[in-house]
Every structure is written in structure tokens, then in C-alpha cells.
């Protein structure tokens, strides 16, 4: 007769298949761990290079500098503006 492997034993080893089940469960959640830790010192949840953003305007002059990814939302960071240049007038 072969035994279902998915009932509790008693023999040769006591076992419980119900705590089995929830053991291999956080065994699988487990696994992912790593995933969400370099996930987060890339930047996903924070400062990194998954959520820097720029953003600037069409000539250029202006630019800013900001994190997407934030915990209380965006907010500029940097904010840099290109000076024109001067003209230089010639008196006759």
C-alpha cells in the first residue's frame, strides 16, 4: 500500500505536514529577500540611480535635479540656471 505523502507520519520520523507546509511557505518568502535589499541600495525605495530624475527646460538654461522616488514625494534637489552671456555693445 503507498502512503500519502501529504498526511502527517509517525513513523519512521514524527512528522506535521500542516507546520511543513507553513515552514516551506517561509522558506519561499525567504527567497526574496535578496530581491527587495538590492533593490533598495539601487535606489528604488530612496536616493539611488533608479530614482534620480533631471529635468530641464527647452534652451537649456535651467535645469533641476530631483529623487522620484521619495517617501514624503518629489522634491528638487538641485537647481542650476546658465547665465547668458553678456553682450557687448560697441559705442561709435
Do not use: H
Given at each position: 500500500m503507498a502512503e500519502n505523502e501529504n498526511q502527517s507520519r509517525h513513523y519512521p520520523v514524527k512528522e506535521n505536514m500542516r507546520w511543513q507546509r507553513?515552514?516551506?511557505c517561509i522558506q519561499h518568502a525567504g527567497f526574496?529577500?535578496?530581491?527587495?535589499?538590492?533593490a533598495g541600495a539601487a535606489g528604488?525605495?530612496?536616493?539611488?540611480w533608479l530614482s534620480n530624475q533631471s529635468i530641464a527646460s527647452p534652451d537649456k538654461r535651467l535645469r533641476g535635479d530631483?529623487?522620484?522616488?521619495?517617501?514624503r514625494g518629489p522634491q528638487l534637489d538641485n537647481i542650476?540656471?546658465?547665465p547668458q552671456p553678456l553682450a557687448l555693445f560697441t559705442y561709435p
Open positions: 507553513i515552514k516551506w526574496t529577500l535578496p530581491l527587495i535589499v538590492a528604488l525605495f530612496s536616493k539611488g530631483y529623487y522620484q522616488l521619495r517617501r542650476q540656471l546658465q
